[in-house]
Each structure stands twice: as C-alpha cells, then as structure tokens.
C-alpha cells in the first residue's frame, strides 16, 4: 500500500487505514471479538497501519484488542488514533461529553494502561463543540499531555464547520472529519485553513455508514440496534439510494471495479487528505478496502464532473 505524511510530524501510514465503530458492536449490532481482532489484523496485514478508534467503544476493551495487536506484529506497524471526551460511566443515565482537563487526563491514562504502551500515537478530542474549543481548557489539556510524551501527536474530530474552523486555529497536528461522495462541503469548506497550518486530514465515514459499500437494496431493513435505522428517513434513504445508483452508472467502469472503490478513490484524490479510514465488520471487508486503491490514478477529471453532475457539488 502507497503511504502518506502526517502533516507536520513526517510520519508515514498507508493510505488506506480502518474505522472501529463497525467492529465496537455499537453501532451496527453485535459483534465477536474473534472477528473483531481478525478485522484489526487483516487491515494491518493490508499495509493499514492507521486505525482510527475511541476509548468509549466497548468499554475500552477495543484499545487492549489494539495494543495486543500492536504487540503482534510490532508496534512500528500500527498508528492507533484514539479519541477521548465521551463519558460512557455507568452512574449516568447516558452518555455524555466531558473535556474537562480531569476527566481528559484520566482518559489518557486509562487508554495508556488498556493498550498497554507508554505513549499514545494519536490523542484526539472526540466531537468538541465550537465553544468548547474555543475556551482553550480541553486544547491546552491535550498539549500538557503531549509535552509529557503521554501522545506522539493531538488532534481534534469535528463534524461541522464552526468546530471545524475553532480546531483549526489551534493548529492540530491531525483534524478527523466525515468526507465522502454524499457529503464534501465540510472539508471543502475547511481547506485554505488546513493547508495553512499543514493539518493532517483523517477522513472518516467514506463509505457513508455501508451505503457506497453497495452491498444493499432498498429492501434492506435494519435491526433496532443499528444507527442507519434512526439516521435516515425512509424518502431520504430513497433519495440517496437513487443518487447511489447514479454514480455506480457514471463511476464504474474499467479500471474502477465498484462503487466502493469508487468512493475511496474518491476521498484519496484530494491531495489535502492523509489517510482514510473505513469500517468493516470482517476480515474480508477490510482486505477489500485495502485493495480498493492499489492502482493510479484515483478518479479522473471526467468522473469528477460526473459527480458534481450527480450530487451537485462542483468538483474540487
């Protein structure tokens, strides 16, 4: 697998990395922790050193399946980005954001100790609101802890462009957000600020949640405990899925072999874009995310313009 330069730090992962929320057994049904450790490892045995992950996923006990790995196969040949602020204790009723600097620097050390590392790769904040960046507590809280070589790098996960734009002025070392076919606008919109501060970029959510893995119909119902099944309305599943259809039309043909590889070729042709992380589920899901991008060039212009023609967006 090609690699990539995290920003500002010089350190290489292959382009193509994983997601965990799939695995996690969150927010797609149940999952194995056979299954769950072979998908870490096919990823990594595919040259996906760069996987992306939260210490709310199951309890933690996703980072222990990490830092066994990270054992396994040598610690060089894993990059774990571990995102920290979500407060899943038991005492409350829900989940709940907490950034302050207490809570961020027991979360730190309760990930060091599942994973069983000194220093995490990545520490990131998970989900932030603008304000909350821009009081500077929870940023200055993730510099202390990188300052004593508790993180190799800090960043922050943003899911709107007010966040976007209040992470960025602190100049992260790597900034996390969802790009995809459906949705460009927001690393679009944060570009001139991420090429300013020469941020690493971590596109989440290429595949939008299984619906560019197009490997479902309109037919497809999902179980209770699966997120798709509140995340979209039924006429807006539909309006996507015709949308969906579209772009497999215009978008493969030889040499691109389906719309998954499609739409990962898609995140990777913007040169802002450091690595990609998609979920899956199994061993085989993350060997074909892996392959999906083997051979250059990305997209050309021309399935560019088919695109801007499908969803409305102008190319970039």
């Not at 998970?126 to 800090?154: F, M, Q, V, Y």
Request: hydrophobic share 45%; proline share 5%; with cysteine.
């Amino acid at each position: 697998m090609r690699t990539r330069i995290l920003g500002r730090s010089g350190i290489q992962v292959g382009e193509v990395g994983l997601g965990t929320w799939g695995i996690s057994g969150e927010g797609y049904g149940s999952s194995y922790e056979l299954t769950a450790r072979a998908t870490l490892r096919a990823a990594v045995d595919a040259g996906g050193s760069f996987i992306e992950t939260a210490d709310s996923y199951r309890e933690g006990e996703l980072l222990a399946w990490i830092g066994d790995l990270k054992r396994d196969v040598g610690a060089d040949k894993v990059f774990a980005s571990v995102r920290v602020g979500v407060d899943r204790d038991p005492k409350h009723p829900v989940p709940r954001k907490d950034f302050s600097p207490a809570y961020l620097t027991a979360a730190c050390e309760r990930a060091l100790a599942r994973m069983g590392v000194e220093a995490l790769d990545a520490l990131v904040l998970h989900n932030p609101s603008a304000s909350t960046l821009a009081s500077g507590e929870a940023w200055a809280t993730l510099c202390d802890l990188k300052a004593a070589g508790k993180a190799r790098l800090i960043g922050v996960s943003v899911g709107s462009a007010d966040a976007g734009h209040a992470a960025l002025e602190r100049a992260p070392d790597l900034i996390v957000l969802p790009y995809n076919l459906y949705y460009p606008t927001l690393l679009h919109e944060l570009s001139g600020l991420i090429s300013r501060h020469n941020v690493s970029v971590v596109a989440r959510s290429p595949l939008a949640y299984g619906l560019l893995a197009d490997g479902w119909s309109a037919a497809r119902r999902f179980s209770d405990d699966d997120h798709r099944l509140y995340r979209w309305t039924p006429s807006d599943l539909a309006r996507r899925m015709k949308q969906r259809d579209a772009l497999r039309e215009a978008l493969v043909h030889p040499p691109v072999a389906s719309l998954r590889e499609a739409a990962l070729r898609y995140v990777l042709a913007n040169g802002l874009v450091t690595v990609v992380v998609p979920g899956a589920r199994a061993p085989d899901q993350a060997t074909e995310n892996a392959r999906a991008v083997e051979r250059e060039p990305m997209l050309s212009q021309a399935a560019l313009a088919d695109i801007a023609r499908v969803i409305g967006e102008p190319p970039r």
